[in-house]
């Protein structure tokens, strides 16, 4: 079945560090792929989204770009920030079937001043 | 604009007892969606109310239950509690297909 796997946690940088949290999904149609963001104490918040092949999802210094070739959706920020310690959750669903969302298992981001 | 709302934001519950989790979803919005996370854990699927009916569910027993009111809102219940029921539970709700869906801050229910 479909399936989100995103690398272990916890990581941890200095901040203006360069970020990359890493995602990959299988799955048997073209879903659209998330970046959802989990501050502590808090719901989720949508980061970022793409829905087809090659798209870039960008939000507040974060981009991810939907790969098919490599069915990865890889979270990247050029210089992290104390402000951006959450935990980062990977997704995909299918938004023309209003699906259930399937994630990963949440990466937690660590940045030291 | 009220995003989505949850309530109790938090509650602790005894083994076998039941519990009601509730959820107001956005203005304009009409599917209820909800998922549990436990500790540690991505959010895992539980059911999906649209039309004041189930329309989707995830693996989970019938212990788990919902309904959805003619104003959109909704409820989670669970029955015969067990200590791994403890967990945050979600709720998130869309305006139909293609808009995506909107989170509330959820409830933190804990089972002793």
């Known amino acids: 079945g479909d399936s989100v796997t995103q690398m272990e946690g916890p990581v941890t940088l200095s901040e203006e560090a360069f970020l990359t949290i890493n995602c990959t999904y299988t799955a048997t149609g073209y879903p659209s792929l998330f970046w959802y963001v989990q501050y502590p104490g808090e719901g989720l918040q949508l980061l970022l989204k793409?829905?087809?092949?090659?798209d870039k999802g960008s939000n507040k210094g974060f981009e991810a770009t939907y790969r098919k070739e490599t069915t990865s959706f890889h979270l990247e920020k050029g210089s992290v920030q104390v402000s951006d310690s959450a935990v980062y959750f990977c997704a995909q669903y299918y938004m023309n079937r209003d699906d259930k969302i399937i994630f990963g298992k949440g990466t937690r981001l660590h940045i030291l001043p | 604009d009220a995003g989505v709302t949850q309530s109790p934001t938090h509650l602790i519950k005894t083994r076998g007892q039941q519990v009601t989790l509730r959820c107001s979803p956005k203005s304009g919005h009409d599917t209820v969606s909800w998922y549990q996370q436990a500790l540690g854990q991505g959010p895992q699927f539980i059911f999906q109310y649209y039309e004041e009916e189930e329309r989707q569910r995830g693996n989970f027993p019938d212990r788990f239950s919902g309904h959805q009111f003619p104003n959109y809102s909704s409820e989670l219940n669970v029955n015969a509690l067990l200590l791994g029921d403890s967990a945050l539970y979600l709720c998130a709700s869309s305006e139909g297909q293609n808009y995506g869906y909107t989170f509330g801050s959820g409830t933190r229910l804990t089972v002793v």
């Open positions: 793409a829905t087809k092949a090659d």
